[in-house]
């Protein structure tokens, strides 16, 4: 049998922290090889939050939206002692943020980050979001509810999921004189309309055309246009800005419900470049094994391969999620788990503390908190509190101490929790 290949790491997941982890370590000229379910990505609605509220602390409390997120860390690491922020640098999360972005950028992505305030922009429910880098195709509508500026909501006939009406109904007592159009998608047969079979029409510029044409009419006085995210699968900037041409007025993206266009332009970037930055991705594969005896390396087996692969790393990043990306799991009435090495999970002491009493209840339940414990360098910490081994790190939202959908901090743990493990590991080698 030949001898696994070797690689410096071994990046076990490819939700946003595993695959920002791979930008990062293939920048720094670390061999990566990398395995997970692709899919995850897909469901994250495009924007990359650093801090969006602040939980609840007492009964009764509702939660407190942040305008300014580096602000406010210090006050949520006196109530989250815990939280995976506590372990960084605010520079660390902004010098983070800039590198993904660049690497987006120039993959024809561009985002733009808020500096010291999160953007408030509309979501498909018709409420507002803060968030603190959003994609460009998003701004225009930031800015111009900011201004209050006369604006219309586009609607596409057969659409589930988006409504124009919503939208405006909701958002009007924040952004009064918003209007509404419906059209139909020129080229479509009729019936249901999927956002990611709009974005692909919409890369022919016929295409771009003919709806510009059929939307025309229908604008009144509106400003700025603002339509469900489907302007074009791959450089979105550039359809938008023929679409800009087209009507004469500034176009925005609202982010439709997961999976979205925002979140799949995100996984066939990832996808589509980390090879050609020679990385071994395993798409829709998982990757397993032993943890190794202090000082040897990990050997690894892409599972679901048809011909049995096995890998050798002098590292690995554990990035394998919770509960949606499998990181964790728990059979009914038993601990949860880490599913990859059987790591120690911090968790409620058993399922009874597992939730409040109401679901709603804005301090979050415990369950949401649960996770790995890590030392200062994210090296997961074993029974006996010390590293289980000293090659193994661990990023984003496996990691314990943090409520990622209440404190509205999900992409911020994952991009900048996976830049300082690369950083300090390929210091480390
Ligand atoms: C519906 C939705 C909407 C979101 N909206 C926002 C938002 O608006 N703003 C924001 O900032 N964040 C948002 N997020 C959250 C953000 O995307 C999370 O921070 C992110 O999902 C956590 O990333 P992760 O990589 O840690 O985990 P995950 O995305 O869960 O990825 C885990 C990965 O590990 C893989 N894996 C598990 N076990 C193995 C194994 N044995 N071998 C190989 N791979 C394995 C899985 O296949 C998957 O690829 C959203 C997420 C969801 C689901």
Known sequence: MSQPERYDLAVIGTGLA?????????????RVVQAGSTGAISYTSGVFDVLGALP????????????????????LLRDEPG?????????????????????????????????????????P?????HSWCVPETALPGCEALAQGAPACIVAIEGMKGFSARQVAVNLAPHWPGLTTARVAMPGHPGGEVYPEQVARMLEVPAARKALAEALAPLLGQARVVGLPAVLGMHRPGDVAADMERLLGRPVFEIPTMPPGVPGIRLKETFEGLLPGRGVALFCQQKMVGPLPAPGEPFRLRVAGQPVEHHVLADRALLCSGRFLGGGLGGLRGRPLTETVFGLPVAQPEDRAQWYRQDYLDPRGHAVHRAGLRVDAALRPLGRDGAPAHEGLYAAGSILAGQDWIRMKCGAGVAIATAFKAVTTLAGAR
Not at 59 to 74: C, H, I, K, S, T
Request: hydrophobic letters at 40%.
């Open 18 to 30: 595993g695959m920002a982890a791979a930008v990062f370590a293939s920048s720094r000229g670390l």
């Open 56 to 75: 609840a602390t007492r009964e009764g409390q509702p939660a407190r939206p942040v305008e300014r997120p580096f602000e406010a860390l210090p006050e």
């Open 83 to 123: 939280h995976p922020y506590a372990l960084l640098d605010p520079e660390d999360i902004r010098l983070a943020f800039h590198e993904l972005m660049d690497f987006l950028r120039g993959a024809g992505l561009p985002y733009r980050a808020g500096g010291e305030r999160n953007f408030l922009l509309p979501t």
């Open 125 to 129: 429910a018709g409420t507002l979001k």
